[in-house]
Structures are given as structure tokens and as C-alpha cells.
């Protein structure tokens, strides 16, 4: 009985070894800038992704057609989305969903549509689409992600596309040649600053061959960044100098706007 279970635990791994043979293609990818500079002035800006797909001679020969899926992911943070109902004749927040550690920016491309690249079993796992990507919430005492018509995050997910920083196309990846690809990635006014992660999955008749990582990140520079680094190091120096601007600015417009 002792040799059983050790038999039976070799059986599996090797089952499972020869059912997940290793990838044959592999992706190098890289983006037009590492980091970008965002100064007061700053109206937004595109990083370019680009890279190919390489072969080794266990790339069976007759696949060629590949399709690619770029998902860009921007600072997480937790965010709120209320429901504002109107009583007594006032609009009033009547209720709120909390959103914990989504993506201030996410962007999905691809060089054609989700549905047409893979099953719908493959998208949810592999998260393709806005409608797929998962964003945990706080449900009373639980934390889960919902369905995707659920009404606040259907209200979350359009107010952050409405400000560009929630997006999908479905053609923005091209194809150069067989196996050179490129993208851009539009990056608006409102982009937040941090670290943004780069994934990138490489599909052929409809099952995930291989994938690949980069990033970038976005950075003030300049009087705007002078001042973050002041408030996040020096909070007391920070708060004193807020309020004795404040109080100067208020004694100047008492003098100038007195009347005699």
C-alpha cells in the first residue's frame, strides 16, 4: 500500500507532462519608451508595442495563423461607484460598490475580434475583453467579481472608458508579416502616474500558445512632482505652507476687492 501513492503520483505528473507539451514559439516584444514624463502641460501621448514571434523546430509546420491579445494595465488603486437617485426633488447617493485594487488604466487590443480568436470558456479564463477581465468588489462581507451586466460595474466600467481610460479594439494589433506584429497604446490627459504591466498572449486555432510580459511607467517631472514628493515626504512642512498660502491668498483678495 506504501508504494501505491508514490506510483500513482509519477503516473499523474507524467500524464500531465505529456498533455501540456512545451510552447515551440516564443515572443520578443518591446515598447517605443520605458517611461514617459508627464509635465503640467501634458495633453496625452501613444506608446508603440512591437516585437515577432519565433520559431524553433518543434513549431509544427503547417501553423501560421496566429492571433495576438495586448492587455495594458495601469496603477491599481480601490475606487467607489455610487448610485445617486433623486428624492424630495435632490439628486442623493442612495447606494455605493467598492472596487478593490482595479486598474486606474486598462486596455485590451487585439488584431481581431475576442469571439472569432477563441472560445468563450478560453476568453474568461484568459480574461479577453473588458467583459471578461475580472474586477473584485466588496459585496457586503464577501469579495468576488460579479457578472459582467451587473449594474455597478457596467456604471464603473463606462465612466472610466467615457474618460478614455478603460478601453478595447478589436483591430488595434497588425500584422506585419506572418510573425511581426506591432500596436499602439493611447495614453490620455487623465493617465495615472505609476507602473503599467504589459501582457501579451499569443493564440493559434483558438488555444494559448505562449505569452510574454513588459512594462513601462509614467512619471511627473517638473514643479507638479516637486510638490508630490514634498506632500508624500514632508506631510507636516506640506500642510503648514497649504495653509499659510491659503490665508495669504485670502487676506490679498480682502484688499483687493474692499470696499471703502
Known amino acids: 500500500m ?23 514559439e516564443r515572443l520578443i516584444v518591446s515598447v517605443s519608451n520605458h517611461r514617459v514624463t508627464v509635465t503640467p502641460n501634458y495633453s496625452g501621448g501613444e506608446l508603440v508595442l512591437f516585437g515577432s514571434v519565433e520559431k524553433d523546430d518543434k513549431t509544427p509546420s503547417n501553423r501560421s495563423n496566429y492571433d495576438l491579445v495586448v492587455t495594458v494595465a495601469g496603477p491599481r488603486a480601490d475606487m467607489v461607484t455610487r448610485r445617486k437617485e433623486r428624492k424630495f426633488g435632490i439628486w442623493i447617493n442612495t447606494d455605493s460598490r467598492h472596487f478593490l485594487q482595479v486598474p486606474g488604466y486598462l486596455a485590451l487590443f487585439s488584431n481581431r475580434p475576442f469571439d472569432q480568436i477563441a472560445s468563450p470558456e478560453v476568453q474568461r479564463r484568459q480574461q479577453l475583453g473588458l467583459n471578461n477581465v475580472t474586477l473584485v468588489q466588496r459585496v457586503g462581507p464577501d469579495f468576488a467579481d460579479v457578472v459582467p451586466n451587473d449594474p455597478f460595474r457596467s456604471a464603473f466600467v463606462r465612466l472610466r472608458s467615457e474618460h478614455d481610460l478603460y478601453r478595447e479594439a478589436t483591430s488595434a494589433v497588425t500584422f506585419l508579416t506572418p510573425t511581426l506584429f506591432r500596436t499602439g497604446i493611447p495614453l490620455p490627459a487623465e493617465v495615472p502616474i505609476g507602473t503599467y504591466n504589459v501582457e501579451i498572449k499569443l493564440f493559434s486555432d483558438g488555444a494559448l500558445v505562449t505569452k510574454t510580459e513588459s512594462a513601462f511607467e509614467i512619471v511627473k517631472i517638473g514643479f507638479e512632482q516637486f510638490v508630490a514628493t514634498t506632500a508624500r515626504q514632508n506631510g507636516l512642512v506640506y500642510g503648514l505652507v497649504t495653509a499659510f498660502m491659503a490665508l495669504m491668498t485670502g487676506w490679498m483678495a480682502s484688499i483687493v476687492f474692499r470696499k471703502d
Open 2 to 24: 506504501r508504494l501505491r501513492a508514490p506510483l500513482a503520483i509519477i503516473g499523474l505528473v507524467a500524464a500531465t507532462s505529456a498533455a501540456a507539451p512545451a510552447s515551440a
